[in-house]
């Protein structure tokens, strides 16, 4: 059993920034996929970032990457999402989310909310204009 607490969220002007966490415990398969979530108010909850625990770079939306930064700290059990130049639309509840099985390193996470298992509560950001 995988358990995962996000914390980090908050309120922000435009063009802020936040550092989400996601703290993890349990058994992650040493190597597997994690990722980022969020989901807005009458939106779908849409993915924002992915990394393998066993390594490799992360993933990100074409259109989030310039602005997103997924890293994962191992010795820590915490995986980070940077939230840089903020703007209103990235208003959005943000969740955590992991695999139960382990995932090749070499091959790109998947992306769709349904093949993720596991799932912190979620840490609000606000962004303000």
């Known amino acids: 059993q995988v358990q995962l607490v996000e914390s980090g969220g908050g309120s922000v002007q435009a063009g802020g920034s936040l550092r989400l966490s996601c703290a993890y415990s349990g058994n992650t398969g040493s190597s597997g996929c994690m990722g980022w979530f969020r989901q807005a108010p009458g939106n779908e909850r849409e993915g924002v970032g992915f990394i393998n625990s066993g390594g490799g770079d992360a993933m990100y939306p074409d259109s989030l990457e310039d602005r997103f930064t997924l890293s994962l700290d191992n010795a820590k059990n915490t995986l980070y999402l940077q939230l840089n130049s903020l703007k209103p639309e990235d208003t959005a509840m943000y969740f955590c989310?992991?695999?139960?099985?382990?995932?090749?390193?070499?091959?790109?996470?998947?992306?769709?909310?349904?093949?993720?298992?596991?799932w912190g509560q979620g840490t609000q950001v606000t962004v303000s204009s």
């Open positions: 989310a992991a695999r139960s099985g382990t995932w090749p390193r070499d091959f790109g996470c998947p992306r769709g909310r349904s093949k993720y298992d596991y």
